[in-house]
């Protein structure tokens, strides 16, 4: 009888322990993941300058496009330094919004479109942007683990006794336009070619 | 309609539940056999010392293939290693999802063989290969290989390879377990059968189960890949948030019949979808389906659509 219980207090003991160590661990991985965030966006803000000396002679006339690349790197280096996930994935989205125009571009000049060099670059610019989407995917899958975990039996417990704070993984705000349809967005839009 | 994290944890109750089943199908033929033998050898520990000899014999044969899987699978495809430049979509979306998942980029290779289809092993992240032919390359859009990538990373991050090596041993057991079992039994009948009623009872169990558990087993085997299946489908959902990628991969694949030449049995299992490509439909399908390692694509499509 003695036996059985030294046996479940052990058991109970060593429950904790791995709960404990997931808070943890978890704590530290998601740090990871938010500096990880900030090595693709270091990449991004080196590859493009490289990106944009490839292609330059061809683009030449699409002097604004350049422009824009070199403003929203220049965003990134700023946001990396400031070591703010917020800020990070604001100017990994201006970077993303230079893509379509760049499309745009490729497709009013059509001598282009058949260019490797330029077919390289969109292929670069996609990869770059789904590498912060992805580093950031993390970040948010990390956080939703550790806070379902937090507040969901039995390791609520340990998480209660520790008193751990949620944590606030990708910051989006609760309120705002994104989360209202507009009347015109109700509509199909129609795709004219 | 199922949301990604209910699909997720359904499938690993599933899953935990059939292999919660092995087990103790297992658990129960091993000691059924081994007490029949031990009524046989006359002494009771004899059964349980020939049923750990099994273990060890299956359990040598499937580490070597377990721990090298990785250079094994590759030497019998032939397979030459991904190149950034040449498989730039291949690459690159390998490493995108390694960040997303967390572990390291696996090594990549691919397979010059026109059939679409993709591979995975590895016995942990830090070991961990994926393959894919050239055709599956050529005819999936950058959307659609992510969703095949993303499943094959997902076998990785569940350590499938080690779950199926371990299930494989305890098959192989049972299987050498019940040979032994009935060569020693029918070769020749003892002289000196002093049996009480029980132990004839073990006897008769022990054939039964000598026969029966190998199959039953493999079955159960066979159920645990094709769980493993649905789970890596919903795994890579939970990576990519985009269903109809991997819905129209998986839909492409389904349309071409050509078979992929450089698959065999022990590495059918291993693969996106069956290399063999599923025969028969109707009344047969059902017992067929049984023998799979994978679920049809009907299914697995049905369950992808549930989450969209």
């Keep these: 009888m003695i036996y059985l219980l030294i046996g479940i207090l052990v058991l109970a003991g060593l429950w904790v322990i791995a709960t404990y160590n997931f808070f943890v661990s978890s704590k530290t991985r998601i740090k990871a993941s938010v500096q990880e965030i900030g090595n693709q966006l270091k990449r991004q803000a080196d590859l493009i300058p490289n990106l944009e000396s490839s292609v330059k002679g061809y683009l030449a006339h699409e002097k604004g496009i350049f422009e824009k690349l070199t403003e929203a790197r220049k965003a990134i280096a700023t946001a990396v330094d400031s070591g703010n996930v917020q800020k990070m994935a ?104 | ?69 990785d250079k094994i699978v590759l030497s ?102 019940a040979d032994i079992f009935l060569r020693v039994s029918f070769r020749s009948g003892r002289s000196d059968r002093r049996e009480s009623q029980a132990s004839a009872i073990f006897l008769l169990l022990g054939i039964i189960f000598a026969i029966l558990s190998p199959i039953i087993s493999q079955l159960i085997q066979l159920a645990v890949s094709r769980r493993r299946e649905f789970f890596a489908d919903s795994s890579s959902v939970a990576l990519t948030r985009q269903p109809s990628g991997l819905i129209s991969a998986l839909e492409k694949i389904a349309k071409d019949h050509e078979p992929l030449e450089a698959a065999n049995k022990a590495t059918a299992h291993l693969y996106i979808v069956n290399p063999f490509k599923e025969k028969g439909h109707g009344a047969v399908d059902w017992l067929a389906g049984l023998f799979n390692t994978h679920p049809p694509l009907s299914e697995r499509i049905a369950a992808l659509t549930k989450m969209v």
């Design chain 1, 90 to 193: 604001d100017a990994g989205a201006k970077l993303a919004a230079v893509l379509p125009s760049l499309t745009i571009a490729v497709e009013d000049n059509p001598e282009l479109k058949g260019s490797d060099v330029v077919a390289k670059l969109m292929d670069e610019l996609r990869d770059t942007a789904d590498k912060i989407m992805y580093a950031r995917r993390l970040v948010i899958d990390l956080t939703a683990d550790y806070n379902v975990r937090r507040v969901t039996m039995p390791s609520s417990l340990v998480a209660n006794l520790l008193k751990l704070e949620e944590l606030p993984g990708l910051i989006t705000p609760t309120e705002g336009k994104h989360l209202k349809v507009s009347e015109e967005e109700t509509e199909t839009p129609k795709v004219k070619l």
């Design chain 2, 76 to 177: 019998i495809s032939g397979a030459r290693p991904a190149d950034k430049k040449k498989d730039f979509n291949f690459y690159t979306v390998t490493e995108n999802l390694s960040i997303a998942t967390g572990i390291p980029k696996p090594k990549l290779y691919v397979i010059e063989d026109s059939a679409p289809n993709a591979f995975a092993t590895g016995r942990d992240p830090d070991h961990a290969v994926v393959c894919a032919t050239t055709g599956l390359l050529q005819k999936l859009t950058r959307t659609e290989l992510e969703g095949v990538i993303a499943h094959e990373l997902s076998h990785i991050k569940n350590y499938d390879t080690r779950l199926m090596s371990i299930v494989a041993v305890l098959v192989g057991m049972v299987a050498l377990l």
């Design chain 2, 1 to 69: 309609m199922i949301n990604v994290y209910e699909a997720q944890a359904a499938n690993k109750r599933k899953s935990a539940l059939i292999i919660g089943l092995f087990i103790l199908f297992v658990t129960v033929s091993v000691y059924v056999i081994s007490q029949a033998m031990g009524v046989y050898f006359g002494y009771e520990p004899g059964g349980l010392g020939v049923a750990g000899l099994a273990f060890i014999i299956s359990g040598l044969i499937t580490f070597v293939s377990y721990y090298a899987s």
